[in-house]
């Protein structure tokens, strides 16, 4: 029972069987070369499938004249071909949206390994493979076996020939299906001959060349042992997917990787011994002082980037590291890692050479013992036959030092001294250069030194011969510490240009975090942290996605110095980045510079996820340049925080506007309802009343029921226009109309309209009578007036006085209202101007209103660039004023002359 209970499937196993099975299938066909039946036996089973009910489209086959081949296409539908234009003719390509927009259940494309016409959507035919997979449309395709990117070394060095077309093992890794197409090297070189594969005038050169027996034999072979390492993944995978046997314990591959030519070939064999045990593997890179990014040779960069991108292409996970020496770095992610299997690549050093360098090999069988190393033969990168010497790059700097100890020698020519003082002078010359120009130019300023040293000062003085061993003492002495002091001198200086290259580092965070975190908004921060991150970090291009409401990513903003760019930006990279929440360092960058051009610094472009916890929130691509993977980080994490910040911010004001909203509203409802509610009430009753048959209304109680309902009715209006009149404030529809106006005219207007209101006050006027004509917009000045007269009555007990005035000083004009009220508390004086707020009163106190019209006189006075505002005192009364720049002229100036005298 308990046994049968292990057996069982896991549930993500489960799970991953239900989605294999729901995927569409990718069947592939391989043969050992051109010729072997491929194409054919592909379509041979798509007209059986066709048979079973199966709705097949051939995508694209190529028959390259093969009687057979042509005949076996049948009728099976074929989706014709797209034209494109390149360089002044027209070819045809695979119509990959064709295929799609038809939808069939199975598409057959030709030559795998094609390479499409510029101004196709994908660079290769394996790629428009992907693309309907992702399409949901099973797909059976054909290819040759020197086409699989990790065979390619085994290619060159078996059959001596150079593919330049590859397809990638995790395109093979991906295919539910691999049928190995074979015939014997006999059969296939009669088929040769007798016209089946090539026209017959090219056969002898065929058969000369890539036919011949030893090459068919060896490409026969790779193919075999290929389909049986698929073969083999595949039964491992269904195995552990269906439980029939414990999982085995996980294997590790680790290539090093390294800057040199022969890297590829490393991590083609790491790719493939990986793939055959089913293995991750790790592609580790250790940057030593001597290829950090401001020292190492443009074409070391740019074979580094090279060797990268191929090792992302073989499905490596990239590491890069920063160590002294090589074997430490590798050593400690080894152990770290729990790697089991090492592959390293050493060329044939001279006995000299492994005595004054230590093994990394060696260093690490000392180290790890766990893992199996395997060693790759490389041919040697640099060679005397080859390469002729060239000067250093910094040449000025050796020669300093060289002339710093002749210098010394000529000092002491003139100035006698003893041997001691001569020989701590030159070596002070060694410590100065150290220190100073690094190891190199210490070690020659050592080596001169020496020389000069022996030459001019030990006996026999003009030789290089020494007669006194003592002297052998003293001299070997001399450069040992030379060599030391120098050694440690420069690690110091090495040491302390890493310190100060840390701290220009994290004060560039800081100064980076400092600007993005005091940006408050989601907009105004995506653009800013755009532009600090080119900008701070001296990089050229900057561009920051993040998904929007249905997941999809989205470009949000983009800083770059460059142009067409973007065209190298890989969309599947950012994808994939921000699902798994990993950076990825491509290498696509290299493309846009020119070979020749003068690349200082590593061409890359990283692709970092900008992570909150567990979450990804978004995608940071930027051109990486000389910024290590930890700065990177670092970067990500604050632009992350910054996104964050700024979307928690804009939250919160969202959630304090619709609060602000809700409370509005419940004022709105509250006012309105009550407002509403008490003249209607009225209304009604009054009609209710007049209404009744058997009651007759004396004439004054008649009258006294109409003057009820009029005034709730002019009650009511008011109420509903200064709602419109609100609504229109806010929405930007009131234009100021400018006339010349008489104020007496407009203090005339505001008070009839008020005269039910002001009707149990006195009126009082202050209003000077040579005040001259004003320019104002005095429809909307009058509704001021009338919301201020109405606010003053009502505020304000019956039979007291309420003063209207006008004053003009210079250009301004100032109006006030002034009641004898019961005055407004200081800290209410701001708060009466907002929308239906209404001050507090005693409970003796109690007046209706929706707490508009305030907000009204202030909208208005607002749109005419004036100001409002009031003098209070409790138990005194208020006086509300408003002041407006405004043109004004005497009266007499608009009358005819004869008039004016």
């Known amino acids: 029972m308990n046994n049968h209970q292990d057996n069982r499937p896991k549930p993500e196993n489960l799970l991953a069987r239900i989605e294999e099975a729901s995927r569409p299938k990718l ?6 070369a051109p010729g072997v039946g491929k194409t054919y036996q592909m379509l041979e089973d798509a007209h059986q499938l066709r048979k079973q009910g199966y709705d097949i489209v051939i995508g694209l086959v190529e028959t390259f004249g093969r009687v057979d081949t042509e005949a076996q296409v049948g009728d099976l539908e074929v989706i014709s071909r797209k034209q494109i234009p390149y360089r002044g003719v027209t070819l045809a390509e695979m119509d990959l949206e064709a295929i799609i927009k038809r939808k069939p259940q199975v598409c057959l494309v030709d030559e795998l390994a094609h390479t499409n016409i510029p101004g196709s959507k994908n660079k290769k035919r394996y790629e428009d493979v992907l693309d ?9 395709t054909a290819v040759n076996i020197q086409h699989l990117e990790t065979l390619n070394d085994a290619v060159i060095k078996s059959a001596g020939i150079k593919v330049r077309e590859t397809v990638p093992d995790a395109f093979f890794a991906r295919a539910d299906e691999i049928i190995n197409v074979d015939i014997s090297v006999d059969e296939l070189q009669k088929r040769l001959k007798q016209g089946k594969v090539y026209r017959p005038e090219k056969v002898d050169q065929a058969l000369n060349n890539f036919f011949q027996v030893s090459n068919l034999s060896t490409l026969r072979e790779l193919a075999l042992r290929t389909v049986a390492e698929q073969v083999s993944v595949k039964a491992a995978q269904y195995r552990e997917r269906e439980g029939l046997e414990p999982a085995s314990i996980p294997e590790k591959v680790m290539v090093c990787m390294s800057s040199s030519t022969t890297a590829p070939k ?8 990986a793939g055959r045990i089913g293995a991750r593997w790790y592609a580790v890179y250790i940057e030593t002082p001597k290829e950090d990014t401001n020292r190492i040779r443009t074409e070391d960069a740019r074979q580094l980037v090279n060797n990268i991108a191929l090792a992302e292409q073989l499905g490596a996970t990239i590491v890069k590291l920063k160590s002294e020496l090589p074997a430490d770095g590798l050593i400690n992610f080894a152990k770290r890692e729990g790697i089991t299997h090492v592959i390293f690549g050493q060329s044939a050093r001279s006995r000299l050479e492994r005595f004054l360098k230590d093994s990394v090999i060696d260093r690490f069988l000392d180290e790890v013992k766990e893992a199996a190393v395997q060693v790759i033969p490389t041919p040697e990168q640099r060679s005397g036959k080859n390469k002729t010497w060239q000067l250093p790059k910094n040449w000025w700097i050796y020669l300093t030092s060289i002339a710093g100890e002749i210098a010394v020698v000529i000092l002491f020519k003139f100035f006698p001294a003893n041997n001691t003082t001569i020989a701590l002078s030159l070596l002070l010359v060694v410590q100065v250069a150290a220190s100073l120009q690094g190891l190199g130019p210490s070690i020659v300023a050592a080596v001169v030194g020496m020389i000069c040293f022996n030459f001019f000062f030990l006996p026999p003085v003009g030789t290089l011969t020494i007669s006194d061993p003592q002297n052998w003492v003293a001299l070997s002495a001399f450069i040992i510490t030379a ?4 050694h440690f001198s420069a690690r110091a200086k090495s040491r302390a240009e890493d310190a100060e290259k840390r701290r220009e580092d994290v004060w560039r965070l800081h100064e980076f975090g ?13 653009a800013t942290i755009s532009r600090q991150v080119v900008e701070i970090f001296k990089l050229e291009y900057c561009c920051i996605f993040t998904p929007d409401k249905d997941e999809n990513l989205q470009k949000v903003a983009l800083v770059t110095e460059l142009a067409n760019i973007d065209s190298l930006i890989k969309e599947e990279i950012i994808l ?13 960058y290299n493309d846009y510079y020119p070979t020749n051009n003068n690349v200082t610094q590593t061409a890359e472009i990283a692709y970092v996820p900008l992570r909150m916890g567990i979450k990804c929130i978004g995608v940071m691509v930027v051109t990486s340049g ?10 990500a994490g604050l632009v992350a925080l910054a996104l ?3 979307r928690f911010l804009q939250e919160v004001s969202y959630t304090e506007t619709l609060r602000q909203s809700d409370k509005l509203k419940s004022a709105l409802l509250a006012s309105v309802s009550h407002n509403l509610r008490t003249p209607l009430t009225a209304i009604q009753t009054c009609i209710d009343s007049l209404l009744q048959k058997n009651v007759s209304w004396d004439k004054d109680t008649f009258n006294e029921l109409l003057t009820i309902i009029s005034e709730e009715t002019h009650r009511l209006s008011q109420v509903v226009s200064n709602l419109l009149e609100m609504a229109r404030i806010e929405a930007g529809e009131l234009k100021v109309n400018k006339t010349w106006t008489v104020l007496s005219e407009l203090f005339t207007n505001a008070l009839q309209r008020c005269n039910i209101a002001l009707r149990d006050h006195k009126i009082e006027i202050d209003l000077s009578e040579d005040l001259p004509l004003v320019k104002i917009d005095s429809i909307l000045l009058e509704e001021v007036l009338v919301n201020l007269l109405e606010n003053a009555a009502k505020y304000s007990p019956k039979q007291t006085k309420i003063t209207l005035a006008a004053q003009l000083k210079n250009n301004e004009l100032i109006i006030s209202v002034q009641d004898q009220g019961c005055g407004i508390a200081p800290k209410e004086q701001e708060k009466i101007f907002n929308k239906f707020y209404r001050a507090q009163f005693d409970e003796k106190t109690s007046v209706s209103g929706l707490g508009m019209g305030l907000a009204i006189a202030r909208g208005i006075i607002e749109i005419h660039q004036g100001k409002i505002w009031v003098e209070s005192q409790l138990s005194k009364g208020s006086k509300f004023f408003f002041s407006l720049s405004v043109e004004y002229k005497d009266v007499a100036s608009l009358l005819p002359q004869g008039e004016q005298a």
């Open 27 to 32: 069947r592939v066909y391989i043969g050992a």
């Open 132 to 140: 309907l997979l992702d399409a949901g449309i099973n797909v059976m």
């Open 266 to 273: 490393m991590l083609r064999t790491g790719a493939r011994i």
């Open 483 to 486: 060599i030391i002091s120098s």
């Open 514 to 526: 400092r600007i993005i975190i005091a940006t408050p908004d989601l907009e105004s921060a995506i």
């Open 576 to 588: 994939d980045v921000f699902q798994l929440g990993e950076i990825k360092i491509a290498s696509n």
């Open 626 to 635: 000389s910024l290590e993977r930890t700065l990177l980080e670092a970067i």
């Open 644 to 646: 964050e910040r700024a």
